[in-house]
């Protein structure tokens, strides 16, 4: 029997009466290993988007999203598409369980958003016609550019607008869309996890430094006595 999703078999045999003995088998399961977003980038899993590290850099890292949730999340949404998943990927957050592997998703977002930020297009189904209308023309023209709109021509016009033009979200408007979330519900976002940077640290979606001159070495080890 081949066993790759165990990392301990305990097997103990007690003593029971009569001829056959009681067999117990403790399993453990093999904590599954975390994936990088240098590996994801590198192994194709975000080529739906135009630039992978443009999408790592504005949004993943800012919000701190975990690359394993969102790998998780990304191959359950994607259903039947074929994901380059470069580990093999664990069980998807509570909020993309609504999605029904991408059958049940609203119309309007990519899937790398519906993988990384699937509380987001909850709390935004969730809402009532008219906040939903508000909530989506703030995300569109932002906070101050929506409410002119409005109070000009009226939700229903903007609904009207949205019907007749809306195709989904750019990247701009999902960052607005991520940042209304956080402003009006206070919530840490469901994929995020807790970072720690290490201050003067280069990441690795950064270009390297610039050689210094030899001049400018001198003066940084002289300095470095005070």
């Not at 509380?119 to 995300?139: C, F, N, T």
């Not at 195709?167 to 979330?181: T, W």
Request: with cysteine; hydrophobic share 40%; glycine share 6%.
């Amino acid at each position: 029997m081949q066993l790759t999703e165990l990392q301990e078999i305990g097997i103990v045999l007690l003593a029971a009466a009569g001829p056959v003995g009681l067999v117990a088998v403790q399993l453990r399961r093999r904590a599954r290993k975390p994936v990088t977003w240098r590996q994801l980038v590198n192994a194709g899993t975000l080529d739906e988007a135009l630039n992978a590290n443009e999408l790592v850099r504005f949004f993943f890292l800012v919000d701190s999203i975990n690359p394993t949730d969102f790998l998780a999340n990304y191959v359950d949404v994607s259903g039947s598409v074929q994901v380059k998943a470069p580990v093999e990927p664990g069980k998807p957050t509570r909020s993309t369980a609504t999605f029904r592997q991408g059958e049940n998703a609203p119309a309007g977002y990519p899937r790398w958003f519906l993988a990384a930020y699937p509380d987001v297009v909850v709390w935004l189904a969730a809402k009532d016609q008219d906040s939903m209308l508000r909530i989506s023309a703030e995300a569109m023209y932002g906070p101050e550019g929506a409410k002119e709109l409005i109070r000009i021509h009226g939700l229903k016009r903007i609904s009207e607008l949205m019907d007749e033009k809306f195709e989904g979200f750019d990247m701009p408007q999902m960052r607005r869309l991520v940042a209304g979330f956080r402003r009006e519900t206070r919530k840490r976002l469901e994929c995020a996890t807790v970072v720690k940077e290490q201050a003067g640290r280069r990441r690795w979606f950064e270009p390297a430094p610039k050689p210094r001159s030899a001049l400018a070495e001198r003066v940084l080890s002289d300095s470095s006595d005070y």
